[in-house]
């Protein structure tokens, strides 16, 4: 059973950073493309970033590009958001998800599993 455990969340002021770890098991990891989707109050679950199983690809929803990276460590099994210049729009839950279609990612559809989030909130 794939199991998706975020960790990094936390609170932080306006243009500070964040990390975001998702620990993965019961996968081949270095198989799977990997993903980050997030979902503020009120709204829908929306992508941010997704990346591939080699980790030679990734791309972004505009609102985060040129602001986060993400990444993957296929040896720890493990991808991660570094989120930097942070707003207050980027308050929300942050999940870690994984696809076995990496062009579809920004398709909630698309995922095969979760993680349980992580919360980041952002103040002005």
């Known amino acids: 059973q794939v199991q998706l455990v975020e960790s990094g969340g936390g609170l932080v002021q306006a243009g500070g950073s964040l990390r975001l770890s998702c620990a993965a098991s019961g996968l081949t990891f270095s198989r799977n493309n990997m993903g980050w989707f997030r979902q503020a109050p009120g709204k829908e679950r929306e992508f941010v970033a997704a990346i591939n199983w080699g980790g030679s690809s990734s791309y972004y929803a505009d609102s985060v590009k040129g602001r986060f990276t993400i990444s993957r460590d296929n040896a720890k099994g493990t991808v991660y958001l570094q989120m930097n210049s942070l707003e207050p729009e980027d308050t929300a839950v942050y999940y870690c998800?994984?696809?076995?279609?990496?062009?579809?990612?920004?398709?909630?559809?698309?995922?095969?599993?979760w993680g349980q989030g992580t919360q980041v909130t952002v103040s002005s």
């Open positions: 998800a994984v696809s076995d279609n990496y062009a579809r990612m920004r398709v909630t559809s698309s995922i095969r599993s």
